[in-house]
């Protein structure tokens, strides 16, 4: 992949593409214009030619899109066939809804363990894995090369915890905190989950409705 | 406010101005200029004030934002100071993460009851909010005024609840089943939570630090 510059919007976009193109896969739909894409997902058809142009288009003119291959592509770009190995940090309600019922392997990644403060009072065992008291953590990345960390901790322990990861391996932060982590210096990418904002991009809404 | 048209990419910047305009308060901070929320932003000066001119403006030229007074028409914007009741319906892992968790109120919501389906196997008191059987939602949701439906629910039972819950009175929905809902028709706001596509934004930023 070509390192050129891509704005953020563009690549906030690149995943709806992805899950919509496996909609469609399940609905056994086979090829698609960039127009009928466009009206599926709210979106201008030009605007979808642009955003997939920024990675080398995929689509041919007069036939549209095969829907296989953009899955493909997307996935790709995604780097969603790399097999990254995964542990959740802070094993309470969030980490158990996410342990039980998402689905890693849907994102090429894999769930391999769960470390908790609270060891003492919580189950070893959470569905698929095995749930490490936070003091073997740093070891585990390392003998385990686990890439990806999930934290679902309370705030305040937050920072410290995700410097700790960083230190001793970790390359990505998917934050269910509701704190922003500051690591500057460490070129990590994180991903904050915010919930909150998706409320309130709610509640404009039914403002908006009631207008 | 006016009823024109506001781009859904400027109402979802909306929320985060919204979060990151109170974290400056809590740091005591007073005004701030548009260069510097940028900044702290990752976007651009005149995007900002491009954004928030499409709600009537705010800042003076030579001075910047008044911080407090930037929150408070926000929060307007927003409808966070109308104080709409909610009810969360699914009370699994998920639905007691936010119950026991997440700060409704800062949202301008009040969570004031759950309902569940498997009602003998659960505790019928989460947290702060009482948990009922599903039987009894439409006629709660009358009496109670309730606006704002919060559906945990696995994605098999997530459209015909929806549909019901609408039918008795529900103005809007925030979406956790990851499946998206179908309710052309009914003309009510829904907010969809998709963890995967955040999860596969972080994967996208790792494969692109690692080129």
Not at 69 to 81: K, V
Not at 117 to 125: A, H, K, M, R, Y
Not at 130 to 146: C, M, Q, R, T, W
Request: aromatic share 10%.
């Amino acid at each position: 992949m070509e390192k050129k510059y891509i704005s953020q919007a563009v690549i906030k976009r690149m995943p709806r593409y992805y899950r919509y193109v496996n909609e469609m896969i399940d609905m056994g739909i086979n090829r698609i214009s960039s127009k009928a894409l466009a009206e599926k997902m709210g979106l201008t058809a030009s605007q979808i030619r642009q955003d997939l142009n920024c990675f080398g288009g995929f689509g041919q003119q007069g036939y549209g899109y095969n829907v296989e291959s953009l899955r493909d592509e997307l996935a790709q770009i995604l780097g969603l066939n790399k097999d990254k190995k995964a542990i959740i940090v802070g094993v309470g309600n969030m980490g158990r809804a996410l342990t039980k019922n998402f689905h890693f392997e849907r994102s090429g990644i894999e769930l391999i363990a769960g470390f908790d403060l609270d060891f003492g009072s919580i189950d070893t065992v959470n569905g698929p894995i095995a749930i490490f008291p936070i003091d073997n953590v740093d070891s585990y990345i390392e003998s385990n090369d686990v890439e990806i960390a999930i934290i679902t901790l309370p705030k305040e322990l937050a920072s410290t915890t995700a410097e700790r990861l960083v230190r001793a391996g970790i390359k990505g932060i998917w934050n269910f905190t509701s704190s922003d982590l500051h690591l500057q210096g460490y070129g990590i990418p994180i991903e904050n989950v915010h919930f909150s904002d998706s409320l309130r991009t709610l509640s404009y809404n039914m403002e908006k409705n009631n207008v």
